[in-house]
């Protein structure tokens, strides 16, 4: 049995999507990229995730809706 290691998982962290517009991100509660390369230590932890520089796209974003913030969250 072999378990995956090109991947990286992220929570409440900047995620900026378009190359056109660098300072739009959104912050989702989760997100999951299958192909990127995994921080293995604390000097490469990121400190945001932007895809035109990791060229790997989210697979799966997450994002649990609050009254308080509904309009911005859909």
């Given at each position: 049995?072999?378990?995956?290691?090109?991947?990286?998982?992220?929570?409440?962290?900047?995620?900026?999507?378009?190359?056109?517009?660098?300072?739009?991100?959104?912050?989702?509660?989760?997100?999951l990229?299958?192909?990127?390369?995994?921080?293995?230590?604390?000097?490469?932890?990121?400190?945001?995730?932007?895809?035109?520089?990791e060229?790997?796209?989210?697979?799966?974003?997450?994002?649990?809706?609050?009254?308080?913030?509904?309009?911005?969250?859909?």
């Open positions: 049995h072999h378990l995956r290691s090109d991947y990286f998982i992220a929570k409440d962290l900047n995620l900026y999507y378009d190359r056109q517009h660098t300072q739009w991100y959104k912050r989702p509660d989760w997100f990229v299958l192909g990127a390369r995994r921080s293995t230590n604390l000097q490469e932890l990121r400190l945001s995730y932007v895809i035109w520089q060229e790997v796209s989210p697979f799966l974003v997450v994002e649990l809706a609050s009254p308080g913030t509904e309009d911005e969250d859909l």
